[in-house]
């Protein structure tokens, strides 16, 4: 079955960085385009970055652009988010997300359990 586990997670102080790594199994991971969300403390979830199957395009939230980089290892089936310049506001539970699509064109959406970054001094 699908899985995806998030690791990288933790305490930083602001200005600090962390690497996020998000290993996916039981799909075909170089097909599917992957997306890290994030979840705030009574905020909703919201889309951080995405990248295509074979890497060539990247999309980010305008909150995190230029601090993140979105980035994967098709070989290891590996996504992972590089985030530096952390600010408090970064606080939050990441999630590695992805969609699949059936031989019969069913969608189903995966997630991690997500992964606890914490910016704080």
């Known amino acids: 079955q699908v899985q995806l586990v998030e690791s990288g997670g933790g305490l930083v102080q602001p200005g600090g960085s962390l690497r996020l790594s998000c290993a996916a199994s039981g799909f075909s991971f170089n097909t599917r385009p992957m997306t890290w969300y994030r979840q705030a403390p009574g905020k909703e979830r919201e889309l951080v970055a995405s990248?295509?199957?074979?890497?060539?395009?990247?999309n980010y939230a305008d909150s995190v652009k230029g601090r993140f980089t979105i980035s994967r290892d098709n070989a290891k089936n590996t996504v992972y988010l590089q985030m530096n310049s952390l600010k408090s506001e970064d606080t939050a539970v990441y999630y590695c997300n992805t969609i699949t699509i059936s031989a019969r064109g069913v969608k189903n959406t995966y997630w991690g359990q997500g992964t606890q970054v914490t910016v704080s001094s």
């Open positions: 990248i295509t199957s074979a890497g060539g395009s990247t």
